[in-house]
């Protein structure tokens, strides 16, 4: 199976290189300059691509012709908490977040959609819970909330567009994770996180075009 993963160089990215590669796949890892751990995994399988989603130029990098499966995983969350409350959140850390967090996303399949119409493949665009309107009882993070709330949509649009071709596009709910983007605090670790968004993407069919599903397979209403 052809991997392409972005936002591969560490984190949750970096832990779906590492279980698809352990099951013998072809990995294409993008990320947008650093490395950073993929530097120290040695395959044969292993492909490192530089691209930079927040940006219109092409990737660095050859790109396999058919993708079996694609994830969307490139993100940031910006400003911390206080950084995005109602009083303090700016027009540009919208902007800055929205930019990679959902138009990052389009615009990699806008560039791949071809590659996995041919292989009648998966696309698997990671948000957050945090999107939910339903699950909003706290406020604030303004930005990153905003930014995954649209990347759930963006990502329904395209599993319509895309399913007349064969392809099937997911959205998913990592859970809270502890990575360095949250300050390595949350409720489970990389390893878990990526085993449940695995054995959901394995049986995405199973699911209603981009329906958007937790790890644990728990669909997420929003």
Not at 41 to 51: A, F, G, N
Not at 139 to 146: D, E, H, K, Q, S
Not at 195 to 207: E, K, L, P, Q
Request: aromatic letters at 6%; a negative charge; glycine letters at 14%.
């Amino acid at each position: 199976m052809n991997v392409v993963i972005t936002g591969a160089n560490r984190g949750i990215g970096l832990g779906f290189v590492r279980h698809y590669l352990e099951q013998g796949d072809e990995v294409w890892a993008c990320c947008r300059s650093d490395s950073g751990a993929l530097s120290g995994i040695v395959s044969e399988k292993l492909h490192v691509v530089r691209w930079d989603v927040g940006s219109d130029e092409l990737p660095q990098g050859e790109l396999p012709e058919a993708i079996d499966l694609l994830i969307n995983n490139a993100g940031i969350y910006g400003p911390g908490k206080d950084g995005q409350s109602l009083n303090k959140v700016t027009g540009r850390t919208m902007l800055d977040v929205f930019n990679i967090d959902c138009v990052g996303p389009l615009r990699v399949v806008q560039r791949l959609a071809g590659q996995v119409i041919v292989a009648k493949g998966i696309i698997a665009n990671i948000s957050s819970k945090m999107g939910s309107s339903d699950d909003n009882s706290s406020g604030g993070v303004y930005a990153y909330r905003a930014a995954k709330a649209g990347l759930v949509i963006v990502s329904k649009s395209m599993a319509v567009d895309l399913a007349p071709s064969g392809v099937h596009v997911i959205t998913l709910h990592p859970g809270w994770v502890a990575t360095d983007m949250v300050g390595n605090v949350g409720l489970i670790d990389v390893e878990t996180s990526v085993a449940g968004m695995s054995r959901v993407i394995a049986g995405a069919r199973n699911f209603s075009p981009g329906q958007f599903v937790a790890f644990d397979g728990k669909v997420v209403p929003y």
